[in-house]
């Protein structure tokens, strides 16, 4: 069991407040998924480079040395902006050099995302205490996704907490099992895809996007999930501009969405949604099984 949260504001002047109308959305879902938390918010693209979301498991971490050595060592300038034992990296190197800098010079690093909309946090804690450690509140963007994990399958590290993200621009939370992850997992290896994680998400996450990379549109990557993912899931996704939820044929985990002319939220639960403006007004509805809903930023 696991909670599920994504928010889409519609008017551009809510932008400034997404972060501080979906902290009570995660606190919300904090019996659902008490061990760990993550977010990930979509803002206005960067004209040049990308950002990566980076995590290092001490809050003592020098980022700015990270920063200088990247220079020193590439002859490209680079923003490194730390907040504890996360933080942010821009620089307009080619992704694939900047992971494989990475990886020789900070192993021990994780790359949580990459891309040039999304930032991502995501830590051991309950919702409460990881949305204070970042300063979700603060927060600031056209759309987020958000998960309450409590783990059922794999161990309760960073890495295999929620969101969960692949190329680009690209992340997915679930609440739920896979029956076939492993099988889906061989697959994709013989693609020369990578897993970090044991965790059943990170195939979903992982298959969709290939798909997309194929060239698939979302909507098209989604339809063939239906047909290669087995199990019990309702996942919500983002992109750089789209956020999207669906359920599994059986539709076993729950959500329920509040759509406005201002803002379009989601939850595993009403309870994470009362707090929101004018919800009382809201169109109020249960996602249909097997059917694909997405909104576009």
């Not at 923003?79 to 307009?92: D, F, K, P, S, Y």
């Amino acid at each position: 069991m696991c909670g599920i949260v994504g928010l889409l504001v519609k008017t551009p002047a809510l932008r400034a407040r997404l972060g501080e109308m979906l902290v009570p959305m995660m606190i919300g879902m904090t019996e659902r998924g008490p061990d760990s938390a993550g977010l990930a918010v979509f803002s206005a693209p960067l004209a040049n480079g990308h950002k990566y979301s980076l995590y290092s498991g001490t809050a003592s971490f020098d980022w700015e040395g990270l920063a200088q050595q990247l220079f020193t060592h590439l002859r490209m300038p680079a923003q490194c902006e730390g907040h504890g034992n996360h933080a942010v990296l821009i620089t307009e190197l080619a992704p694939a050099a900047v992971r494989q800098w990475l990886k020789e010079n900070f192993p021990a690093l994780h790359v949580l995302s990459c891309g040039r909309a999304i930032d991502l946090y995501k830590d051991i804690g309950t919702p409460s205490e990881v949305a204070q450690r970042y300063n979700f509140g603060s927060l600031q963007g056209s759309h987020a996704v958000g998960h309450t994990r409590m783990a059922t399958e794999s161990a309760v590290t960073p890495d295999r907490a929620h969101p969960f993200t692949a190329g680009e621009d690209f992340c997915l939370v679930h609440n739920g099992s896979l029956s076939n992850p492993y099988g889906l997992r061989r697959k994709l290896e013989t693609e020369g895809i990578h897993f970090e994680t044991d965790n059943d998400t990170e195939a979903a996450c992982r298959f969709l996007e290939w798909r997309m990379r194929e060239g698939d549109e979302l909507e098209t990557a989604i339809q063939k999930g239906f047909e290669e993912l087995d199990g019990f899931y309702t996942f919500l996704i983002g992109t750089e501009n789209k956020l999207a939820l669906v359920r599994d044929p059986f539709a076993c985990k729950p959500a329920v969405v509040a759509e406005t002319d201002d803002y379009v939220a989601i939850a595993s639960e009403f309870r994470s949604l009362a707090h929101l403006p004018d919800v009382k007004n809201a169109h109020i509805y249960e996602p249909n099984p097997e059917e694909m809903y997405v909104w576009t930023a």
